[in-house]
């Protein structure tokens, strides 16, 4: 039910977009899609499966230069706190979900540079890393700022984005509640970064994050990036201070390590392939769902990507995950063909 209010509401927003304009003018309007699917074969003895991990729809209305409306509506399988008992969050995933994730009014060039969005938003920092990464279909583990329940990736609240000649800038405040009223503890969180290009294809940026939920009274992040970008070529490496404080708790601190390059491969008997290689390291101790827990996960992915038709994307990789809690470790290995269909 609350899906469909939600839903509902963000079409009588850009409704409501519509009947603004002046009698004789028609919004620009434009649907488009990306559906996530995978066949997955682990080499631990756990079974094969084949999954739709995701499907995204979005529709977008464009009024004039200035105004303009979007919304996406996500289905995928959704993982999120709830049960909080003595501080700690119980993670729950619903099998099958729909979530809006996206409706906001957005005026772009109010004022040089300058562009705000109003509603639900993702986060800045999200978008930045995603933009750059380029393979958000290897899941959200391979975007370790936002994944395991580091920071939500989108909110209701404000967003501003703009730059001003090599420099970039984002800011946001938020209902800190994620996409779930029972994440919401009655703070807002904030998010503000910088962005700098002192050099062709070179971007250095910074952000900081301010929030909490129902198991964290703090949950603080400090990330800096540097990334090389060329045509054919592209690498970066990011890393995330965390300071958590579970509720009634003291502060923990760890940190998030990742780098990864994507390079195009001269192989004319192929549709631009490229090369993925990405290798993530992750405080177990800092998790939002094992704040108790201590060790680390290492992970990496070694992928192969080709375009065979426009808007078909296929990576064939390995993925290797290695978990160390109390000094036990324990490693997993799945070979898996990811598929991203456009529309």
Known sequence: MNHCRSLLASMVLLSGLGLAMPAHALPQTSVSGVIFAEYTTPTDGRASAFDVT???FTA?????????????????????VSGVSNGVGTLRTEAHDGIL???FIQASGLLPGLNLQLGMVTSPWFDFEVSHWGYRMLGLQ???VFGAGYIPSYDVGLKATGKVGPVGYMAQVDNGS???AAENNGTKAYSAGLTVEPLAGLTLATLGYRGSNPSLEQADRYSAF???????FRVAAQATRMVNQAVGGSPITGQIL???TVVGLPVPLLPSPELIVRVDQLDRNVSAAAIAGQGETLQGVLGLSIKPAPGVTLVLDDQVAQDTVAGVTTTSNTVALHTQLTF
């Open 54 to 56: 995701r499907a995204f």
């Open 60 to 80: 977008k209305a464009r009024l004039d230069d200035t105004w303009s409306g979007t919304i996406m509506y996500n289905a995928m399988p959704l993982a999120y």
């Open 101 to 103: 994730q996206q409706a």
């Open 142 to 144: 391979y975007l370790p």
């Open 178 to 180: 994620g996409n779930r």
């Open 226 to 232: 540097a990334g090389y970008r060329t045509d054919a």
């Open 258 to 260: 990742s780098a990864y």
